[in-house]
C-alpha cells in the first residue's frame, strides 16, 4: 500500500511538474478560421511546401506530411467559361516546421460537430508551439504570411460578395484598370474623385461635429457610358476592394443588410447597381416564385437609420433615376449624385485616339492621321446628337475593337439611335 501511494504521488507530481516545465519552457500561438490572418498562413504554408519541393527555400525546413487538405478556387467569367486552380495545403493533424533554425510544432484541427450557422463552414483551429526562447518568430512569420498575401494582389482588384452575413472574395483577384482608361465628360470623373479623396481625409473633421462618418454617392445615365467600370477604376486608383452587394439575393432580409452594411472591409466601396430595379416585384421574383425580403424602408434604415454603420463608401448606379424614390436620394444617403451621360464629340475623339494612337506600325496611321479622323469622328458625333441620336460609350468602344481606325469612321453612325426610342 505504501508503495502503491508513493507511486501514485510519484507520477501526480511528474505530471505537475512536466505541466509547470511545458508552460514555462513553451510558447503556444493560436489562430482561427474568423481571423484574417488563418487565410493567411495556410497560403504562406503552401507557398513554403512548394518552395522546399523545388529545394528553394532557406528558411523553412518541413517534415514530410502525410495529411494534406485540397481548396479549389473556381473563377466564373461572363461570358461562360471559367478556371479553376488548386492548392494543397497542410490538413487537419500534427505538422513539424522548423523555421529559421527553430522547430515548431503546428496542429490543425476541425470542429466536425459544429458549423459557422450562416456559411456552413466547419470551425477550424491552427495551434502553433515553439520554445519560449523563439516567440519573438512569430510576428516574423505571420509578417511573411502577410506580405505574401499582399503581393498576390498587388495592383489587383479585390471583389466580394454577400455570403450569408460576411464578405468573401468572388473569384481571383482582377487587374486594376487605368483610371484615365474610362473616358467621362469634361470634369466629372475628376469631380467624383475629388469628393472621395476629400471625404477620406476628414475624417475627424466629422468626428468633431458629430456627423456620421459615411458617404453615398449615385452615378445614373443611360446604360454603357462607363458607370460600373469607372467606380472600378477608382477603386483600383485608391487601392481600395469593391463589395458588390445584390438586394434580390435569395436569403438576404433587413438584419442581414444592417449586419453586412455595418461590417463591410476596411477600405472598401459598397456597389449596388440598378438601384431603381431593386425592389421592382418583377425583379425581385425568380422563376420558382421566391422573393426577396429586403423592404424598402430597411434598405433605408441601413443606410443611414440608427443601426446603420459608420466608415463606409456607397455607389449606387442606376438607367433611370426618375423612377428613384425621392426618399431614396436625398441628402444623407446620396451626398453626390453625377450623371454619366452617353458620348460627346469630345468622350467620343478621346476614345478614338486611344485606341489607335501610338501605334503607327500597327495602324499604318501617324500620330497626325489619327488626330484627323478623331475630329471627323467628333463632327460625326456632333451632327448625330443634333438630331437626338446618341451611341453610348460602350458601342463606341466595342466598335473600334472591331474595325481599323478608318473603317470605324466610315461605318460609326450605325452606332447612333435614338434615345428615346431605345429607353
Known sequence: MGLGFAATLFRQGAIAGLTALRRRMLVTLELNNKDRAYEWFLAWMAEQNRLVASSSSRSVKWLRSHQLSLETNVEQRSNGSSSV?????????????????????????????????????????VTLTTLSRDRGLFPRLLAEARDLAMRSQEGKLVVRTAWGIEWKPFGQPRRKRPLRSIVLGKGVGERIEHDVQAF???????????????????????????????????????????????????????????????????????????????????????????????????????????????????????????KLDPALIRPGRVDLSVLIDDASPAQAKTLFTRFYGGDEAVTGLTEEGVERLGEVLGSITNEEMQQGRRASMAALQGHFIRYGAQEAVDTCRELFVDRRDAL
Open 85 to 125: 486552380l488548386f492548392r494543397l495545403v497542410a490538413g487537419p493533424g500534427v505538422h513539424y516546421l522548423k523555421y529559421h533554425g527553430a522547430w515548431m510544432q503546428m496542429k490543425r484541427e476541425r470542429e466536425t460537430k459544429a458549423m459557422q450557422l450562416m456559411t456552413g463552414t466547419p470551425w477550424e483551429t
Open 200 to 322: 477620406l481625409r476628414r475624417r475627424q473633421w466629422y468626428a468633431d461635429r458629430g456627423i456620421p462618418y459615411r458617404r453615398g454617392y449615385l452615378l445614373h445615365g443611360p446604360p454603357g457610358s462607363g458607370k460600373t467600370s469607372y467606380i472600378q477604376a477608382l477603386a483600383g486608383a485608391l487601392s481600395y476592394d469593391i463589395c458588390l452587394l445584390n438586394l434580390s439575393e435569395r436569403g438576404l432580409a433587413d438584419d442581414k443588410l444592417f449586419h453586412l452594411l455595418s461590417n463591410a472591409p476596411e477600405r472598401s466601396f459598397i456597389l449596388i447597381e440598378d438601384i431603381d430595379a431593386a425592389f421592382n416585384k418583377r425583379v425581385q421574383t425568380s422563376e420558382d416564385g421566391y422573393q426577396s425580403s429586403v423592404t424598402f424602408s430597411g434598405f433605408l434604415n441601413a443606410l443611414d437609420g440608427v443601426a446603420s454603420g459608420e466608415e463606409r463608401i456607397v455607389f449606387m448606379t442606376t438607367n433611370h433615376i426618375e
